[in-house]
Structures are given as C-alpha cells and as structure tokens.
C-alpha cells in the first residue's frame, strides 16, 4: 500500500518590505529586473549613468532613481547600503584585438564591472548579515564562462564577476546571504545592439549577418533572450525556495555551452 504524495504549490516570490538596489536599471537587463522586483513587492533603487532613464523607470516601478557613474568610488560610496537584494547589472563594452584595445578603456571597464560591485557588496553585506537575509544577483554573461575573440576587457571582468560572487557566497552562507551569477547568451538589449557594428568592422562581414554568423553561431536555440526571461530569474533566486542556491552560475544560453 502506497501512501498519497502531497505536493505543495510552488509560493511566489514575494518581497514585500524588502529593499533592492539594481545597478544599470535604467536599460536593459537591469530595467527588466527592477520591474520584477517592483512587481514581486520590493521598493527598487534604480541607479544608472543615465539619470533621465533611472528616473523614468523609479517613476514607472514606483522606485528611487540615482544617478551613478559606477567607475567612481565616491559616487558608488553614495548609493544606499541598507539593501536586501543587490543586483550587480550595469556594463559596457569595447569590441577590439588585444594589439588594438586602448587600455584606458580596458581600466574603465574592470571598474564598472567588477570594481563597483566588490565595493556594492562591501558597504551592502553588513545589513544582509545583520537581517539574517540577502540576495546577491551578479549579470553576468556566458562570457562568465567562456570566451570569444576581440572582447579581453569584457570576458576578463566577467570572469573577474564570477569568483567575486563565489567568494561571496562562502562568506555570506552563515548570514543567510547567498550570491549567484546569472549567466545569458545575447540579449536583446542596447548594449548588444550597439555591438553589431563593432563585430561587423571586426570580423570583416556585413552588420545583417552578424547576429546570424557571429552572435547567435554557437547557440541552438537561434534567437536572442529578452531581457524579461533573465530578470524572471534573478527574481527567482530572491525566492522561498532558492535558499540552498549558492555559489553558482545558471547560464541562459540557448544551449551553447551544451557544444
């Protein structure tokens, strides 16, 4: 005689009270996550480098915008530290050969994407311990995971996000903290839609071909993610059942790491 199984419903995720802070909030990936987190009860601070699209989107979510250049110390030292989810989002990118990239903007780009959340996390985590609760979203990238030519600045600062989160992650595991990277393929964003000019000049094709032949190549699942479906994640990860999920990268990408 077998005994009747009750499986409860998965509980939404619900963040009513809790803070977060969405780096890159304006556009993108991180506009989408600060909907959903506004839309799962959370109150969002939505900073970006663009203040009129931070505002747009706090005003929209019913969230606080901050105007941030997140390769600035000082202004990063200035976002709020009393948050229960941190989502490390804004980026940028520079398509060149290693003999061509200007290193200046290689610097630019460490600071922006692996500088600025280290010093997120340094001001932010003391609250998460004292709460007992956080959440740490890193966007990251396939590129977290792998590389591609003509992008060293991009794929070493992703690189650089990944063992930033893991390593917070094991020190925030005794304080009910966990931190994940999310890691997608091409995502229908500005930023990638900027780089189809740049990946055309560098790979000598015409600017139709190449999200065919270069950015969707090594994906089976042949389109781009919207930024919706990683948002959903991230929101995921902020749920009741994701307490156990730390340390790791999730990749949305299409299957390509499955080649």
């Excluded at 997140?70 to 989810?85: C, N, Q, S, T």
């Excluded at 003391?126 to 590129?143: D, E, K, L, Q």
Aim: net charge negative.
């Amino acid at each position: 005689m077998t005994s009747e199984l009750h499986v409860a419903p998965a509980a939404p995720v619900d963040l009513s009270g809790r803070t977060a802070l969405v780096t890159g909030g304006g556009s993108g990936i991180g506009r989408a996550c600060a909907a959903a987190l506004a839309a799962a009860g959370a109150l969002v601070h939505v900073a970006d480098i663009e203040a009129d699209a931070a505002e747009d989107v706090a005003k929209a979510i019913g969230g606080r915008a901050h105007a941030v250049d997140l390769a600035d110390p000082e202004a990063v030292r200035a976002l709020p530290a009393e948050v229960d989810v941190l989502v490390n989002s804004a980026g940028l990118q520079h398509v060149a050969a290693i003999e061509d990239f200007p290193p200046d903007r290689f610097e630019l780009i460490q600071r922006v994407m692996v500088t600025a959340p280290f010093l997120l996390l340094r001001q932010c985590l003391p609250h998460m311990y004292a709460g007992g609760w956080g959440r740490v979203v890193n966007i990251s990238s396939v590129h977290g995971l792998r590389a591609s030519a003509f992008k060293s600045a991009y794929v070493a600062a992703k690189h650089g996000l990944e063992g930033l989160s893991k390593v917070a992650a094991i020190e925030g595991a005794a304080h009910g903290v966990t931190s994940n990277c999310v890691n997608p393929g091409y995502v229908r964003t500005p930023l990638v839609e900027r780089q189809i000019g740049s990946q055309a000049e560098a790979h000598g094709i015409a600017p139709e071909d190449v999200v065919t032949d270069v950015l969707l190549k090594r994906s089976a699942i042949k389109r781009l993610i919207e930024p919706e479906e990683v948002a959903a994640v991230a929101v995921w990860l902020c749920g009741p059942h994701t307490g156990y999920v730390t340390g790791s990268s999730i990749p949305l990408d299409g299957g390509w790491g499955a080649q």
